[in-house]
Nanobody, 116 residues
Framework: QLQLEESGGGLVQPGGSLRLSCAAS????????IGWFRQAPGKEREVVSC????????RYADSVQGRFTVSKDNALNTVSLQMSGLKPEDTAVYYC?????????WGPGTQVTVSS
């Protein structure tokens, strides 16, 4: 059974940076497409970015293009989301998601708050 653990959330001022990580145990990254999602209060969960665990191909939502960078470390079985130029509208709970042959797996989420 795949298990996911997120870390790196917190409070940051507008314009600041944070790095989120999602550590996976139970299977290698190669089997999955890994996504970062976020959900703000009163809003639906939305995809922020995704990365192919096998070939490293990436995609980004228009709202974060140029500010966020997703990466993976297959040796550590970890996926990271480097967030820069943070805006108040980036405030949300961020979740990692692993989609693979046996289904979808979600991390517990980590809060990111962008506020002065």
């Amino acid at each position: 059974q795949l298990q996911l653990e997120e870390s790196g959330g917190g409070l940051v001022q507008p314009g600041g940076s944070l790095r989120l990580s999602c550590a996976a145990s139970g299977a290698p990254l190669d089997y999955y497409v890994i996504g970062w999602f976020r959900q703000a209060p009163g809003k639906e969960r939305e995809v922020v970015s995704c990365i192919n665990g096998a070939d490293g191909g990436t995609r980004y939502a228009d709202s974060v293009q140029g500010r966020f960078t997703v990466s993976k470390d297959n040796a550590l079985n970890t996926v990271s989301l480097q967030m820069s130029g943070l805006k108040p509208e980036d405030t949300a709970v961020y979740y990692c998601n692993f989609r693979g042959p046996e289904g979808n797996f979600w991390g517990p989420g980590t809060q990111v708050t962008v506020s002065s």
